[in-house]
């Protein structure tokens, strides 16, 4: 038997959805990769649908529905919607958390302890936004901190964000004070991303020291459709420059849009055969998106997402993905849709800080990057992939095997028999 044939791994996620967000979609991946080396898995998530994973053993978690924190947690949401009295930022300030999220932890812990016939060597930890459950849930678990090894998707708590997202929430210290613990309690921590690791080390010391990087997965197993289902809008013989997910506040498309705009005015010719596209869900941005697209044929705005695997056949015929970011000094997110981006093997568009995950990845001397407000530069540099695309559609791609052997299952492997034996 093999050194992963042998080892068991216990996965508790918040959800197994891929439509409900990037962070899960990436989180999946990981999953199914790391069935595809041969590690023997359990996955328990507290998605409350009946979702399972191609070969995979998964369980949904039951919410308790019987408890007086779920009861207190209903009677503060009527009182919300109700009597329009929001109880919940005084209520986090005294307790750190909602009682939403407590009732979810000790629902998660007791679908957990009821666990039989499997004794796992190491457990991983997966959620999404500013929630963390599965986390809060181990932590009061400690007879199994000693294999506990703790995904950190995002900074937290919200004021450990950089600029512009960084606001400080009620029950901030409590917040703070869970992350020390889970920092002190874990014996491995993993990051998607190098800049985060560090960013959240700077701040609690256990993170730097117990700190693992485990990057968003390429998932090849998602199946495409095919190509005559591809909506009306994207004519795959243009020249299309696509954005793809949710546009936050903050991921300002304002210079993308006007130095696409004016490129167009500089080179009419293009205009035929040109068009900017954003999917997604409506935003921030959406309004300001909207009037521009009614009197500019070439900028598409979709009115909502499309499937993932939509998506994804767009990124893969598209010329040039774009990933935006926001104005910052520093962006440590890895995004989500990087691996699609990296695995459609088209230019890629890098809107962004300086110092940022995707331009570390990138290089510092790869050319498509700019900072999210710099209009000219934008301008220039869809001008230069238009001219290669209009000289040779078919040779315009991103080649980067380092990428993609970064974001791979082998990648994976080998980082995963190091955690393994530090456990």
């Known amino acids: 038997m093999s050194f992963r044939n042998s080892k068991k791994i216990l ?4 959800s197994i959805d891929i439509e409900d967000s990037s962070g899960t979609k990436g989180r999946v991946a990981l999953i199914k990769n790391l069935a595809r080396a041969g590690y023997q898995l359990k996955v328990f998530h507290y998605t409350r649908k009946n979702i399972q994973l191609e070969g995979i053993e998964c369980h949904s978690i039951k919410e308790n529905r019987r408890s007086i924190l779920f009861f207190l947690s209903r009677m503060e949401r009527y009182t919300r ?13 005294m307790f750190g958390f909602s009682f939403t999220l407590f009732n979810d932890r000790n629902s998660i812990v007791a679908g957990l302890r009821n666990i039989n016939n499997f004794e796992p060597d190491l457990i991983l ?20 901190h000693h294999k506990w090894a703790a ?5 937290y708590p919200m004021h450990l964000y950089p600029r512009p997202y960084a606001w400080v929430e009620p029950g901030f210290y409590k917040k703070w004070r869970f992350m020390k613990k889970m920092s002190e309690a874990a014996v491995i921590t993993i990051f998607p991303s190098k800049l985060l690791m560090e960013w959240m080390g700077s701040y609690f010391e256990g993170y730097l020291k117990k700190g693992k990087i485990i990057p968003h997965q390429i998932d090849k197993s998602t199946r495409q459709p095919q190509e005559h289902k591809l909506p009306a809008f994207f004519n795959k013989d243009h020249f299309n420059i696509l954005h793809a997910g949710n546009l936050l506040w903050g991921r300002d498309p304002r210079a993308l849009v006007s130095g696409f705009l004016k490129f167009l005015k500089k080179h009419p010719e293009a205009e035929d055969e040109s068009k900017l596209l954003f999917i997604g869900p409506e935003n921030h941005y959406t309004l300001y998106l909207k009037e521009l697209s ?35 000094e520093i962006s440590p ?38 900072e999210v407000d710099e209009e000219k530069k ?19 791609e991103l080649s980067r095997p380092d990428l993609e052997d970064y974001l791979s299952q082998d990648y994976l492997e080998r980082t995963m028999e190091q955690i393994l034996m530090e456990t």
């Open 81 to 93: 919607y109700y009597l329009k009295l929001s109880l919940h930022k005084p209520l986090e300030k």
């Open 294 to 328: 009614d009197s500019n044929p070439q900028l598409f705005l979709s009115k909502a997402s499309l499937p993932f695997t939509e998506t994804q056949r767009l990124q893969e015929l598209t010329s040039v993905n774009v990933i935006l970011e926001a104005k910052s």
């Open 125 to 144: 930890t997966f959620s999404k936004g500013g929630s963390f459950r599965p986390h809060h849930a181990l932590l009061k678990m400690p007879e199994w």
């Open 11 to 14: 996965i508790v996620a918040e």
């Open 378 to 396: 934008i301008m220039g540099l869809i001008e230069e992939l238009y001219f290669k695309w209009k000289a040779n559609p078919a040779a315009i």
């Open 151 to 155: 995904y950190i998707h995002d900074p």
């Open 333 to 370: 997110f890895l995004p989500g849709k990087f691996p699609h981006c990296v695995k459609a093997n088209k230019p890629i568009l890098l809107l962004g800080p300086y110092y940022s995950e995707c331009r570390r990845l990138l290089g510092k001397d790869y050319f498509y990057w700019a």
